[in-house]
Structure formats: structure tokens, C-alpha cells
């Protein structure tokens, strides 16, 4: 047991580092991607609209859809963790408007 705890936590400190290495801090990917985004813009309204804004301003809608793509993953992921660890819980406010909704059945 020794051994494969040990095993373990040399495997969680390889995923840590992978995880950052991979997707590094989401929340950070989608402020960057905005923010970049937001210069772009500014920078059309101050100089107009040129072909090469245009195509970095798409570039960076790409981006940032991307980054809230990953985004909306993690927290997806994030709420099926939080949901297998606790679970659902059957209370009596559940089993009395089941109850009401069924009674019309019967």
C-alpha cells in the first residue's frame, strides 16, 4: 500500500504540472484573449478600419471564443465533480412536489 500511495502522489505532481503546462489558468486565457480583443477595437476606432485590423480583430474573436469554449468546459467538469462528490440529495421539498405533480396521474 506504501508503494502505491507513494506512486501516487508522484503521478498528482505529473498531472499538476501537464494540467498547467496544457491548459495553464483558464480564467486568465479568457481575460487575455478579451483584453487583447479590446485593444484591437480601440485601436480601429482611433485609426479606422484597415485589412490588417480587420483580420487581427477576427483572429482575436477566434481566440476568445476558444478560450470561453475551454472555459465553459472546465466549469462543466467542475459541476460534475461537485455533483458526484455530493451527490443528490432527495429532500422531503423533492419528494412532496413529486408527490403533487403525480397526484393528477392517479
Not at 480583443?37 to 485609426?47: A, E, F, H
Not at 477566434?62 to 478560450?67: E, F, R, T, V
Request: no cysteine.
Amino acid at each position: 500500500m506504501y508503494i502505491l500511495s507513494q506512486k501516487l502522489k508522484i503521478l498528482k505532481s505529473k498531472l499538476k504540472f501537464w494540467n498547467k503546462e496544457t491548459f495553464g489558468n483558464v480564467h486568465a486565457l479568457v481575460k487575455d484573449a478579451e483584453d487583447k480583443l479590446q485593444g484591437i477595437q480601440n485601436n480601429i476606432d482611433v485609426n479606422g478600419h484597415t485589412d490588417t485590423l480587420m483580420e487581427q480583430e477576427k483572429q482575436a474573436q477566434i481566440n476568445l471564443q476558444q478560450s470561453l469554449n475551454i472555459e465553459e468546459i472546465f466549469w462543466k467538469e467542475k459541476s460534475k465533480v461537485k455533483w458526484h462528490l455530493e451527490g443528490d440529495r432527495n429532500t422531503s421539498f423533492f419528494h412532496r412536489t413529486t408527490k403533487i405533480k403525480n397526484k393528477p396521474n392517479s
